[in-house]
């Protein structure tokens, strides 16, 4: 008898201890306008590489697990449409969850300098990962990357070999570069005309510039991937890159802790598709041991 009241006792002093698991609202978000916004700039390269971290609060106390967001391969020249929030609002929406969000703008792209180029790419990546690694009220252990298109190819090559990925989701991620399968001039005379290549005579070698590509594809690297947990989604309706590709990337991925997601009716651009960013969401809350 009082043996059984001890376990009794015991167990209940265990359950007193116990310490619940957070939900995101434990970690102080504020409202969007009040939220601290960092910006930095890295070098890659010797081309300075620009970005922002949003912090959910506005005085930050404690580390905060981060989001690294990596957009995709420019479309065109033209202005964003009216209608299309950009990655501005994904870095509101999970900064509002308990994220330190991070946006930065590959090299070609946006505030950032030089001239597109994939291989550049994973390297623009792995300087920023450095940065924010490094960065006071970051948790350097629950680094998290959110890969879109040609920038979760670049994602799936960098957590192949980095160890502070906590983890990744990728998303309309391409497997392979075939869709480059042209002359190179035609290539980089594209990519010049969205406004990616800047510089004149650049690239000064037009076959090393289109094997980058190949040493990129997302199907060799996926299988190295270092971290604890992995995500893919892509939409069935993708004009840009076929579903197939995306379950070749999942056959290719770590068994165990790579989930797989289908948006139906997505299209290529799913930042903008509300379903995606629900699945994203949930996912994070989930590998984060937060209670929703």
């Not at 509002?96 to 550049?120: E, L, P, Y």
């Not at 392979?176 to 399968?181: A, T």
Request: one cysteine or more; a negative charge.
């Amino acid at each position: 008898m009082e043996l059984n009241l001890i376990r009794i006792m015991f167990g209940k002093l265990l359950d007193a201890l116990r310490f619940n698991k957070p939900t995101p609202r434990d970690f102080g978000v504020e409202p969007v306008a009040e939220r601290m916004v960092e910006s930095f700039t890295v070098q890659s390269d010797g081309i300075a590489i620009h970005g922002n971290i949003a912090f959910p609060s506005s005085k930050p106390a404690m580390q905060y697990p981060a989001l690294i967001i990596c957009h995709g391969i420019p479309g065109s020249g033209t202005e964003r449409p009216v209608d299309d929030p950009g990655y501005e609002s994904l870095v509101e929406r999970f900064s509002g969850i308990g994220m330190a969000s991070v946006f930065f703008n590959f090299r070609g792209c946006g505030a950032s300098g030089g001239d597109f180029d994939m291989m550049g790419w994973t390297r623009d990546l792995r300087a920023v990962l450095d940065r924010i690694v490094n960065t006071p009220h970051i948790d350097p252990t629950r680094i998290v990357l959110l890969g879109f298109s040609g920038g979760a190819a670049a994602s799936i090559c960098v957590a192949a070999d980095n160890p502070h990925v906590f983890a990744l989701a990728s998303v309309c991620s391409p497997a392979s570069f075939d869709i480059f399968k042209k002359e190179p001039s035609q290539i980089i005379e594209d990519f010049r005309n969205r406004g990616l290549i800047k510089t004149p005579g650049f690239p000064k070698n037009e076959a090393l510039w289109i094997d980058s590509f190949k040493e990129v594809e997302p199907a060799k690297w996926i299988t190295y991937f270092k971290g604890k947990h992995l995500i893919i989604i892509h939409g069935d309706s993708d004009e840009l890159i076929p579903l197939s590709q995306a379950e070749e990337l999942y056959g290719k991925a770590p068994s165990g802790i790579t989930e797989f997601s289908i948006i139906a009716g997505g299209e290529h651009r799913l930042r903008n598709n509300e379903k995606c960013l629900e699945i994203l969401q949930g996912w994070f809350i989930k590998i984060l041991g937060w209670k929703p």
